[in-house]
């Protein structure tokens, strides 16, 4: 009896290590990568005193191509599809679906009288995501997505971030991001044998997603915000030079050439919107709004010493001055945004971020361009 239950427990052990052997192998040679898990659905309940101009309820939903967006209609080629990538002023993390700026731009092409094609902007943007990362994450993606017409890149504002996270380093380090911190869903990140750390577990919880549609529910989303903005504005040592920035912008028009090149393989043309910003000079009162731009994350421990916003706003526009010289370099259609969306708190949230009236500016400014890129476009 001993013995039959040993060799029980034996057989079945060595099925589970061969079931992990090929979940693992499995996962490997698909090599799917996706910023959000097909079909994935959350439902935010935002922090009214950290975000009063923001509405109640975030809701993210991902169609089955792992993009936050519609469904496809099939067949792709008879869409006119938008792709949209970038930093977490593109992912619009903070705005209800309906109200983040890819969706306006969709709702806006497919309103247009005597469209030829129905329109589809799906997003693929994430937060802290800096242009190098971008590069290698649509490499990963963009091979098994079909028949773009549109790549839209909305970038530089992560790029100036991670530098002054890092103290304005004279040197950029060029070593490659983990890319698997950006995607939901991925191959990587290094497979354990406790029971959440196994293949197994990863394509179980895909088939669930997939079949049961489960909502991921948060409540105060956003409270972090209050604290964050409480760091910047008690710090005393506020910084109104940065070291050489030459650097990093060199750097950022390398990763942008590359990126550019990168989208033209998959896609008919890029556009790049080039990121606006809270350009305005504010009271005191307006500027505790403001979080970021201190050296170390503010979520990770607190700073000891921030950017002031006007340098800020002076390297915001030698990072914009580098996308509009490398968008003609290397000729992609190019949108200044700034001259569009207003410079306010109505508009911001903070430096970077839209609320849903600025989220309308960009939606309907860059789906004017777009209208007009796909009218001269051959029939």
């Known amino acids: 009896m001993i013995l039959d239950l040993l060799l029980i427990a034996g057989a079945t052990g060595a099925s589970l290590v061969g079931a992990e052997v090929l979940a693992r192998i499995y996962l490997r040679r698909r090599d799917d990568w996706f910023v959000h898990a097909p079909y994935a659905r959350s439902e935010y309940v935002v922090d009214p005193v950290a975000f009063p101009q923001l509405p109640p309820t975030v809701r993210l939903a991902a169609n089955p191509d792992g993009e936050r967006g519609s469904k496809l209609p099939r067949p792709p080629e008879d869409l006119y599809r938008v792709l949209v990538a970038g930093g977490s002023a593109a992912e619009c ?20 009288a005597g469209r030829r094609s129905l329109a589809h902007v799906g997003n693929i943007a994430c937060s802290l995501i800096p242009c190098r990362t971008i590069d290698r994450l649509l490499k990963r993606v963009l091979p098994r997505v079909q028949s773009l017409d ?55 919880r895909r088939a669930y997603t997939r079949v ?42 390398h990763h942008l050439t590359a990126l550019i090149r990168t989208c033209k393989e998959h896609s008919r043309q890029v556009l790049i919107a080039r990121q606006p910003w809270l350009d305005a000079d504010l009271s005191p009162e307006e500027e505790r709004q403001l979080w970021n731009f201190g050296q170390g994350r503010p979520y990770k421990s607190e700073p000891e010493a921030y950017y ?46 839209h609320t849903p009236l600025g989220a309308r500016c960009v939606g309907a400014a860059i789906a004017s361009k777009l209208a007009e890129l796909e009218a001269a476009q051959p029939n």
């Not at 004279?170 to 959440?196: M, N, Q, R, V």
Request: glycine share 4%.
């Open 308 to 353: 002031s916003i006007k340098l800020v706003r002076d390297l915001m526009e030698r990072v914009d001055q580098v996308a509009l010289e490398v968008a003609v370099a290397e000729g992609a259609p190019e949108l200044d945004l700034r001259a569009r969306v207003p410079s306010t708190l109505d508009h911001y949230y903070d430096f970077l971020h």
């Open 93 to 112: 993390y903070m705005l209800d679906q309906p109200h983040s700026w890819p969706a306006v731009t969709q709702n806006i092409l497919n309103g247009t």
């Open 212 to 253: 049961a549609r489960p909502v991921d529910r948060r409540t105060n989303v956003g409270a972090a915000r209050l604290k964050h903005r409480e760091m910047r504005a008690r710090c005393t040592n506020i910084l109104t030079e940065a070291p050489d920035a030459a650097p990093m912008l060199d750097r950022f028009r």
């Open 150 to 204: 549109v790549i839209v890149l909305m970038v530089g504002a992560s790029d100036l971030v991670d530098w002054f996270e890092k103290k304005a380093p004279p040197e950029i380090d060029e070593s490659p991001a983990k890319l698997h911190l950006f995607c939901t869903e991925h191959p990587a990140g290094g497979f354990t044998w406790t029971p959440t750390g196994t293949a197994v577990y990863r394509l179980a």
